[in-house]
């Protein structure tokens, strides 16, 4: 078992916006192999590995539901640090990527995209709230 915390993640090539740190959850990991990020674990969780799938971790909390983290096929990783930002601080959407932008309280369909990256805002300050890959 090991605590640890995200690092920093570079931007890959052809990102000209530098977003701030993205956070660094203090979680317990107990997969192998670890996963590339934890930015999408909540603070004090467990990551386990799926039992069934490889590259699918399963984070937990005591009183919190499982989160299932896809790996990061869509980048969300590069963007976290747009998290707490207003929605037209993100750069213009690559030409390969593939975005879904939706308020909070918006109705999506639950369609896994992995490779889509979906960012979350607030309906009424229109400030980001979250940004996955799932």
């Known amino acids: 078992m090991t605590m640890v915390a995200a690092s920093g993640v570079a931007l890959s090539q052809g990102t000209t916006t530098t977003p701030a ?12 192999p670890l996963p590339p990020f934890t930015y999408w674990a909540p603070e004090n969780s467990t990551i386990r590995n799926h039992p069934r799938l490889p590259g699918v971790w399963i984070t937990e909390t005591a009183d919190g539901p499982r989160i299932y983290y896809f790996g ?7 963007f976290q640090g747009f998290i707490g930002k207003q ?20 109705a999506v369909t ?7 990256m979906n960012v979350f805002y607030d309906d009424d ?4 709230i979250s940004i996955s890959c799932e």
């Open 21 to 32: 740190q993205q956070s660094e959850p203090k979680v317990i990991v107990e997969a192998d």
């Open 72 to 78: 990061d096929r869509c980048r969300a990783s590069e």
């Open 87 to 106: 929605l037209d601080a993100l750069p213009e959407r690559p030409a390969d990527a593939t975005w879904r932008m939706t308020c909070s309280i918006c």
């Open 110 to 116: 639950s369609n896994l995209g992995r490779e889509r």
């Open 125 to 128: 300050s229109r400030e980001i």
